[in-house]
Nanobody, 124 residues
Framework: VQLQASGGGLVQAGGSLRLSCAAS????????MAWFRQGPGLDREFVAA????????YYADSAKGRFSISVDKDKNTMYLQMNSLKPEDTAVYYC??????????????????WGQGTQVTVSS
């Protein structure tokens, strides 16, 4: 499985960005997909996920109401639409895939495959 994240950049607070994660064919049918992020000096944290079995989506409290995860199977691409961005959203964002069970969907340990990360910087 290969994952490649893109779409990061510099945006002002209140703005929007859409991150993309290009995946190998069939990844979305085999694996749960997720976005994680790692801010400066911080641990990697869960942002959002889409479960393989039914496409149900899950979000960190910090992302609820502002971020939206989706996949386009025809394009083999996963997206993270981020609106109303805040300076505390500044981080490197990673896409990930793995055979993750629902009870562990927010833990990075179950995700076996990772993209290279894309930097998001939100200025105040």
């Amino acid at each position: 499985v290969q994952l490649q994240a893109s779409g990061g950049g510099l945006v002002q607070a209140g703005g929007s960005l859409r991150l993309s994660c290009a995946a190998s064919v069939g990844t979305f049918n085999r694996y749960t997909m997720a976005w994680f992020r790692q801010g400066p000096g911080l641990d990697r944290e869960f942002v959002a996920a889409r479960h393989r079995s039914n496409g149900a989506t899950y979000y960190a409290d910090s992302a609820k109401g502002r971020f939206s995860i989706s996949v386009d199977k025809d394009k083999n691409t996963m997206y993270l639409q981020m609106n109303s961005l805040k300076p505390e959203d500044t981080a490197v964002y990673y896409c990930a895939a793995g055979p993750v069970i629902l009870s562990s969907i927010t833990s990075s340990q179950g995700y076996h495959y990772w993209g290279q990360g894309t930097q998001v910087t939100v200025s105040s």
